[in-house]
């Protein structure tokens, strides 16, 4: 199976802010790894595609990149509305695999 | 518009079985996939299964012995049973979907929370 390790676990940043968030493959998984985001009690919601493909109605402060085995979620100038977990997951081979996640966290 | 909602008991005993149902609109069982993903209170997210758009089921390989997935395509339902329920499977439940052009979960339902204890 492909483990996923997101770093850093916990991410305690101030509204305004700009972030990154890792993700590393144990193998190379081209760009088919996606991004979610989950606020507590809530459902999973997708964030960017395929490594860096926008999603409709995304704010564009989010944004993706990577490929192989290295992948970064950005948020550029975090917002109040933002702090939550997210999650990275391959969509490469079965099984699907995810992150255990990254809690971003109001400083 | 695309929806998917999870159903189920609620509270099952230890070694009984779970059975949970996603109905879906929107869409097509017959062109979508659909998977189920859980996540234990607290915990990050696992990928249990999925029923493809022709019918063929996948499963995690640790759950795969306690694992059946099966769909009712005429009344838009996918259906997942856990058999041998363990405490550590309690959780919320999700369906998603994905299909053969692009795999990543673009449509979530709510989920649904089952609870193992005697």
């Known amino acids: 199976d492909i483990v996923l390790t997101q770093s850093p676990a916990t991410l305690s940043v101030t509204p305004g802010e700009s972030v990154s968030l890792s993700c590393r493959a144990s193998?190379?998984?081209?760009?088919?790894i996606h991004w979610y985001q989950q606020k507590s009690n809530e459902s999973p919601r997708l964030l960017i595609k395929y490594g860096s493909q926008s999603i409709s109605g995304i704010p564009s402060r989010f944004s993706g990149s990577g490929s192989g085995t290295d992948f970064t979620l950005s948020i550029n100038r975090v917002e109040s509305e933002d702090f939550s977990v997210y999650y990275c997951q391959q969509s490469y081979s079965l099984p699907y695999t995810f992150g255990a996640g990254t809690k971003l966290e109001l400083k | 518009q695309v929806q998917l909602k999870e159903s189920g008991p609620g509270l099952v005993q230890p070694s009984q079985t779970l059975s949970l149902t996603c109905t879906v609109s929107?869409?097509?069982?017959?062109?979508?996939?659909v998977h189920w993903v859980r996540q234990p209170p607290g915990k990050g997210l696992e990928w249990v299964g999925r029923m493809r758009y022709n019918g063929d089921a996948s499963f995690n390989s640790p759950l795969k012995s306690r694992l059946s997935i099966s769909r009712d395509t005429s009344k838009n339902q996918v259906f997942l049973k856990v058999n041998s329920l363990q405490t550590d499977d309690t959780g919320t439940y999700y369906c998603?979907?994905?299909?053969?052009?692009?795999?990543?979960?673009?449509?979530w339902g709510p989920g649904t929370t089952v609870t193992v204890s005697s």
């Open positions: 998603t979907r994905d299909n053969n052009y692009y795999w990543y979960f673009d449509f």
């Open positions: 929107g869409f097509s069982l017959t062109s979508y996939n």
């Open positions: 193998q190379g998984i081209t760009t088919s």
